[in-house]
């Protein structure tokens, strides 16, 4: 049966938006007085009721929370849980995508009830290697100095292969990938405005409930001190990794085949992106984005047929704004002084491969790197000491935690999931399906160029190494693929 996609606009759900938050509103107000919590809980209990109440009335119940999943990726709404005093280590978290996913598995494991033997559950391509790096994981326990610590992202490693196989397991149809795409373009569209807004205000407009800080991060640029926006992410750096993840699919989109209003869209999307993306100043961010637009419009050049004259001139017009506005900004701050933090970046690496070969089978332990970088500093000036963060590599952070073989599974699933993406590309005869994978396959490569250069976290913060593979590998059901 073809898959219909949500009617978000609407008088009938607009109205039935209005009665839950009315409902939730009250429910939530009456528990605010009973008990005084804070007012963050009081938002929590208005979103969660009004939204479960809407997923319930919009008479599709799994699909409004598969295309939730997607857009409240950036909106890190979290309950953390830190007893320990390593600041880097990843702690004990509960997330609204976490609530989400554990609703989509709940409506799953229903509908393989009642339906079996209808129902199947398929084995992905790249499932394998991802599951051997969690048992593979699991092991490095035995090393940990800290076993809790470890348990912390087992468990977050968990909740991102359930998120893998779900998504693999259910975006399968055009109408799927479609859903997904303007979901993930409208939470890039409501993050761009928020980190706009901050930087014209110079301040956090209060959205800590959702996970934004409190205060902005100053840096001195070419002797001004500059705010870097940080959207509801926490950090601008983190900022950076979640829109040179998005911005490519957005760009993607304003090639697709498409009314121009959605097309137009996209490409306000892609505009607002790429200025925000500057004003967070991560610059491994815009290296990265600049590698995946790069691969992106080369590919579209070789394959495709018919003109893209207004797109890439549209890029070539935003590419000149951005250049106009903010070439003081990215020269001061691409050639300016850090205060020593890209010069720590190789004496890091040597800590990382100090730990490798003194750990190259099980590693150190999962979440204990920070617990022991200071023990394996072979640098004459101390640098753990001077800056004690973990190795700004995911692939030397992961060698490091789970031994080699942790490497080569995560290597691995990669290597499968970018290899069954990129056949599903070149097959594919839909032209939407085709240029959504491309931007996810491109979106994947940033997050994985930026790896080279980034704070090791391979949580569910930003799930995109495990969400991107699930979109490329998930077997379509379209004749046209």
């Not at 219909?4 to 007085?33: D, K, M, N």
């Not at 919590?37 to 929590?44: H, M, Q, R, V």
């Not at 979290?78 to 409506?107: F, H, Q």
């Not at 498409?258 to 505009?271: I, K, P």
Request: aromatic residues 10%.
């Amino acid at each position: 049966m073809r898959a219909e996609t949500l009617p978000w606009l609407g008088s009938r759900l607009l109205g039935i938006l209005a009665v839950c938050v009315i409902a939730a509103a009250t429910a939530g107000g009456l528990l605010l007085a009973a008990t005084r919590i804070e007012g963050k809980w009081f938002i929590a209990v208005v979103g969660g009721v009004s939204l479960l109440w809407l997923a319930i009335a919009s008479g599709r119940f799994e699909r409004f929370l598969l295309g939730l999943f997607f857009f409240v990726i950036p909106i890190n709404a979290d309950v953390n849980w830190y007893p320990t005093l390593y600041r880097w280590a990843k702690s004990l978290e509960l997330s609204a995508m976490d609530l989400i996913l554990c609703g989509l598995y709940a409506a799953w494991i229903a509908r393989l009830v009642v339906e079996r033997p209808s129902r199947t559950i398929r084995w992905p391509s790249g499932a394998t290697p991802l599951l051997c790096l969690i048992g593979w994981g699991g092991l490095s326990i035995v090393n940990a100095r800290d076993p809790v610590l470890s348990s912390f992202l087992l468990l977050a490693f968990a909740k991102s292969f359930l998120g893998f196989l779900y998504v693999a397991n259910h975006v399968k149809t055009r109408e799927d990938l479609w859903l997904v795409a303007r979901c993930l373009v409208a939470g890039l569209i409501l993050e761009g405005l928020i980190g706009c807004v901050q930087h014209v205000t110079g301040s956090p407009l209060g959205l800590d409930a959702l996970g934004e800080q409190r205060v902005l991060i100053d840096l001195d640029v070419g002797g001004e001190t500059v705010s870097r926006v940080m959207g509801t992410l926490g950090h601008p750096n983190d900022f950076g990794k979640y829109l040179e993840a998005v911005v490519p699919l957005a760009l993607a989109l304003t090639f697709a085949p498409v009314r121009m209003r959605t097309r137009l869209m996209s490409a306000g999307a892609f505009g607002l992106g790429a200025v925000v993306l500057v004003l967070t100043l991560s610059r491994g961010a815009w290296l990265s984005m600049a590698v995946a637009c790069a691969v992106l419009v080369g590919w579209l050049l070789v394959h495709q047929r018919r003109s893209w004259v207004l797109p890439i001139g549209f890029m070539a017009l935003t590419g000149l704004v951005i250049a106009l506005c903010f070439t003081p900004l990215i020269t001061a701050r691409s050639l300016g002084g850090d205060s020593g933090t890209a010069e720590s970046r190789l004496p890091l690496m040597r800590v990382a491969w100090s730990i490798i070969r003194s750990h190259p089978i099980l590693g150190v332990g999962l979440n204990n790197y920070t617990t022991v970088m200071q023990l394996y500093d072979p640098t004459p000036e101390g640098i753990s000491f001077r800056y004690p963060k973990p190795v700004h590599n995911i692939y030397l952070y992961l060698a490091a935690e789970t031994g080699l073989m942790g490497l080569v599974w995560f290597v691995w699933f990669v290597w499968a999931a970018w290899r069954r993406g990129w056949q599903r590309i070149a097959a594919s005869r839909d032209g939407l399906v085709r240029l959504i994978l491309l931007g996810v396959a491109c979106g994947l490569v940033a997050r994985l160029a930026h790896g080279l250069v980034d704070v090791g976290d391979l949580g569910s913060k930003l799930p995109f190494l495990w969400l991107y593979p699930a979109l490329l590998v998930a077997r379509s059901a379209s004749a046209n693929e």
